[in-house]
């Protein structure tokens, strides 16, 4: 069987090692746009803040251990059309542009996602930047170590956005963070968290511009200067655009079924409209457990499963996807926080009937040293109890516990249950009775309108 797999992330790491283990015999090629294989974006803020000092280090794979496993790496080769009656894809060498055509049994796409870039004047400038992949890794080093950038502009709220604002402070620059909405983490946090979060910010010196629209990113001589919104101008030796992602797609436009917003149809198998051709990770949509519809999330952790599930369904159809709750964990300079499912700020969006209870508690109890506070906020179905989100944060690292909550979401646990489960106790390490038991007790008064004893 002749494999070829198009992305060497998340998802094509994921579909080259179980294609290795699952059919021996396999002659398998990989194809990569970079010249290095297998780098993950998620380990770019390790890296800008010199946690993780060579950059070579956040890569799953190597050339040479692939090829020492049989593998054909193409790298620097761009995969520009698919031809799914010939069976061959369309790739250009891009250290000698020239083009060839190659054949295959079976096909993996994991083209992964690029940043979305926003349609204002001034993109085309000198020092505009992304974050994105290992080349953008290293321009925005570079600037972080360079003592000629002083302002910097962070254009998005978001995951990629706030990551980026604490890399630029922690390495003394002053920052100004930019979005439409009127809070950071808009999507990702509901707003008694990002309250908090944005009160840190701005304790921190950096300042913080919500609610307002780039109108143009403003420069002399080639180069940004400002970034002016319908509100103010900002000054900026650096500005950095982190607007999302979109699918990276395009290039496949009438050869494969997409869905509107770009993403590749996908069956529960991960296969495409084409016969022998499977797509997984960020280019993909993936079935949400909360309400059982199809999501854009872009996570390594789905890119991982569905990249298994496909490279097990090659010869046949046999593994299904499992559901996601699009569970993540994030940290901005003191605090810890995650989340997963649903939330106010998306439950309109969700199509189910739900209600939230937000809690502060102490992690251990209140007699044991050094107890950090803690926040949570527990979603769930009106009329069912049914758990379909959670939000944790604390200084305190209680992110683990958010894998409990995604697995209550999946099996469908309602309050009641949570709220009884068997968790151990101890003080040195939590409450007698555990932070995700209160909550859960909460949630399950607030929905029975039981008035809580105050002991």
């Known amino acids: 069987m002749n494999i070829v797999v198009v992305g060497t992330s998340h998802g094509g790491y994921e579909a080259v090692k179980t294609a290795l283990e699952t059919y021996p015999d396999a002659k398998i090629k990989l194809f990569e746009q970079t010249d290095k294989v297998s780098f993950l974006s998620c380990g770019i803020q390790l890296y800008l803040e010199d946690a993780v000092q060579n950059i070579d280090y956040i890569h799953y794979a190597t050339r040479e251990g692939y090829s020492d496993q049989g593998v054909d790496v193409y790298a620097h080769h761009q995969v520009t059309g698919l031809d799914p009656k010939a069976k061959t894809i369309h790739a250009i060498n891009l250290d000698t542009q020239k083009a060839s055509d190659i054949s295959y049994d079976k096909l993996i796409l994991t083209p992964g996602a690029v940043p979305r870039q926003l349609p204002f004047k001034g993109n085309d400038l000198e020092n505009v930047y992304f974050l994105r992949?290992?080349?953008?890794?290293?321009?925005?080093?570079a600037k972080i170590n360079d003592p000629n950038i002083k302002d910097v502009v962070v254009i998005g709220s978001g995951y990629i956005g706030i990551e980026l604002v604490e890399a630029y402070v922690k390495a003394g620059k002053q920052v100004t963070v930019i979005d439409v909405a009127d809070r950071i983490l808009p999507t990702y946090l509901d707003k008694e968290f990002t309250d908090l979060l944005t009160a840190d910010l701005i304790k921190r010196g950096i300042n913080v511009?919500?609610?307002?629209?780039?109108?143009?990113?403003?420069?002399?001589?080639?180069?940004?200067?400002a970034v002016a919104t319908d509100k103010g101008v900002y000054p900026a030796d650096l500005v950095v655009e982190a607007a999302g992602v979109v699918p990276n797609t395009e290039w496949l436009k009438g050869t494969i079924e997409q869905n509107p917003n770009g993403t590749i149809k996908v069956d529960r198998y991960q296969r495409t409209s084409a016969p022998d051709v499977f797509a997984a990770g960020d280019a993909c949509m993936i079935d949400y457990s909360p309400n059982g519809e199809k999501m854009p999330i872009a996570l390594a952790t789905n890119a991982r499963r569905q990249a298994v599930v496909a490279a097990l369904n090659l010869e046949k159809p046999s593994v299904e996807m499992p559901s996601v709750s699009g569970?993540?964990?994030?940290?901005?300079?003191?605090?810890?926080?995650?989340?997963?499912?649903?939330?106010?700020?998306?439950?309109?969006?969700?199509?189910?009937?739900?209600?939230s209870v937000f809690v502060e508690d102490y992690y251990r109890p209140s007699f044991v040293p050094d107890t950090e506070k803690i926040y949570m906020k527990l979603t769930y179905e009106v009329g069912t109890n049914r758990i379909v989100g959670g939000q944790l944060m604390s200084k305190h690292d209680i992110t683990p516990a958010?894998?409990?909550?995604?697995?209550?979401?999946?099996?469908?646990?309602?309050?009641?249950q949570l709220a009884l489960a068997d968790f151990f106790f101890q003080p040195e390490f939590d409450q007698q009775w555990n932070y995700l038991c209160e909550l859960a007790k909460a949630a399950y008064k607030k929905a029975n309108n039981i008035v809580p004893a105050n002991l």
């Open 209 to 225: 511009q919500l609610g307002e629209k780039v109108q143009e990113i403003q420069g002399q001589n080639g180069k940004a200067t």
């Open 327 to 355: 569970t993540s964990a994030l940290s901005l300079f003191d605090y810890k926080f995650a989340t997963t499912g649903i939330k106010e700020a998306t439950a309109a969006k969700s199509g189910l009937k739900t209600q």
């Open 402 to 416: 958010i894998n409990t909550l995604s697995l209550a979401i999946q099996t469908k646990q309602t309050t009641q």
């Open 133 to 141: 992949g290992r080349e953008w890794a290293l321009k925005n080093k």
